[in-house]
């Protein structure tokens, strides 16, 4: 069974959390968040992330050549989200291995949960495009992360 960050497990750990305004372009027709824009949002809360563990996107593809990119990502998607509402997306850590990270998403508006998600991300060589070890400094901090459980 697939784990989502409404468990009660993901509420203990140690979270991330960003709000996002839902913005015209992010709406379809029907006045709603068009599926696949929460994953651009949930892809921008993982650089903001990665951002204040002192290691952003820029550093780590550009100067450090590495990426990160998204191996498998299962989603719920909960209710409907609506132009103008802010969402509360939270981010915490199931698993750190050894090139891959679990990630578990929720994103949240005012009166109820609208998306969760569990997403499994790769350390890689930009060189190679193979998976890496992550490198001790950035394991390092997102242990630090895991064991803060006030984050």
């Known amino acids: 069974m697939t784990q989502h960050p409404d468990s009660d497990t993901a509420r203990e750990a140690a979270r991330f959390v960003v709000e996002r305004r839902v913005r015209f372009e992010d709406c379809d027709p029907a006045g709603i968040v068009f599926f ?59 698993k750190l291995g050894n090139a891959s990270l679990v990630l578990n998403h929720l994103a949240s508006g005012k009166d109820k949960p609208r998306l969760s998600a569990r997403q499994v991300i790769v350390a890689t060589s930009l060189d190679n495009h193979k998976s890496i070890a992550w490198p001790d400094d950035v394991r390092g901090a997102i242990a630090r992360f895991m064991e803060n459980r006030d984050a």
């Open 36 to 94: 696949p824009n929460y994953l651009r949002m949930l892809n921008s809360v993982v650089e903001d992330w990665l951002e204040s563990l002192g290691y952003p996107w820029t550093e780590l593809v550009s100067v450090r050549r590495m990426g990160t990119p998204t191996a498998q990502l299962d989603t719920r998607f909960l209710a409907p989200s609506v132009f103008g509402e802010t969402l509360r997306w939270e981010l915490s850590i199931e």
